[in-house]
Protein backbone atom coordinates (compact mmCIF):
# COMPACT_ATOMS: atom_id res chain seq x y z
CA UNK A 1 0.00 0.00 0.00
CA UNK A 2 1.24 3.41 -1.05
CA UNK A 3 0.16 6.69 0.60
CA UNK A 4 -0.04 9.44 -1.79
CA UNK A 5 -0.41 13.10 -0.54
CA UNK A 6 -2.67 15.55 -2.11
CA UNK A 7 -2.13 19.58 -2.89
CA UNK A 8 -5.75 21.31 -2.98
CA UNK A 9 -6.62 23.17 -6.05
CA UNK A 10 -9.37 25.60 -6.64
CA UNK A 11 -10.55 26.08 -10.27
CA UNK A 12 -12.89 28.98 -11.41
CA UNK A 13 -14.27 29.28 -15.03
CA UNK A 14 -11.08 27.04 -16.16
CA UNK A 15 -8.61 28.60 -14.19
CA UNK A 16 -6.43 27.73 -11.39
CA UNK A 17 -6.61 30.18 -8.70
CA UNK A 18 -3.91 30.43 -6.04
CA UNK A 19 -4.16 29.05 -2.72
CA UNK A 20 -1.63 31.19 -0.30
CA UNK A 21 -0.27 28.73 2.68
CA UNK A 22 -1.88 30.84 5.65
CA UNK A 23 -5.38 30.02 4.08
CA UNK A 24 -5.11 26.54 2.60
CA UNK A 25 -7.08 25.11 5.64
CA UNK A 26 -10.00 27.45 5.85
CA UNK A 27 -12.41 27.03 3.43
CA UNK A 28 -14.45 30.08 4.50
CA UNK A 29 -11.45 32.47 4.43
CA UNK A 30 -10.35 30.65 1.40
CA UNK A 31 -13.67 31.71 -0.57
CA UNK A 32 -13.58 35.35 0.29
CA UNK A 33 -10.09 35.80 -1.02
CA UNK A 34 -10.51 34.49 -4.20
CA UNK A 35 -13.85 36.31 -4.47
CA UNK A 36 -11.80 39.18 -4.61
CA UNK A 37 -10.42 37.96 -7.69
CA UNK A 38 -13.76 37.34 -9.10
CA UNK A 39 -16.70 38.53 -7.26
CA UNK A 40 -19.12 36.27 -8.88
CA UNK A 41 -18.01 32.68 -6.30
CA UNK A 42 -19.44 34.54 -3.27
CA UNK A 43 -22.92 33.11 -5.06
CA UNK A 44 -21.02 29.80 -6.65
CA UNK A 45 -21.25 26.55 -5.86
CA UNK A 46 -18.16 24.30 -4.20
CA UNK A 47 -18.09 21.25 -6.31
CA UNK A 48 -15.37 18.29 -5.65
CA UNK A 49 -14.02 17.36 -9.70
CA UNK A 50 -12.13 15.07 -8.03
CA UNK A 51 -8.04 14.23 -8.18
CA UNK A 52 -6.90 15.02 -11.51
CA UNK A 53 -2.62 15.51 -11.71
CA UNK A 54 -1.83 14.75 -8.54
CA UNK A 55 -4.04 17.54 -6.61
CA UNK A 56 -7.81 17.15 -4.98
CA UNK A 57 -9.37 19.96 -7.51
CA UNK A 58 -11.96 22.32 -6.31
CA UNK A 59 -14.44 23.80 -8.94
CA UNK A 60 -16.32 27.14 -8.43
CA UNK A 61 -19.68 27.03 -10.20
CA UNK A 62 -21.61 30.15 -10.92
CA UNK A 63 -25.03 29.80 -9.79
CA UNK A 64 -27.66 29.29 -12.62
CA UNK A 65 -30.94 30.34 -12.48
CA UNK A 66 -33.59 33.90 -13.17
CA UNK A 67 -33.81 37.04 -11.48
CA UNK A 68 -36.77 38.46 -10.56
Not at 24 to 51: C, F, K, Q, S
Request: charged residues 20%; glycine residues 8%; proline residues 6%.
Amino acid sequence: MQINHLQRAYRYDGIDLPVPPHLADDRDALRNYHATLYPAILNAEMVDAGVTGGAHVTEYRRAVGTKG
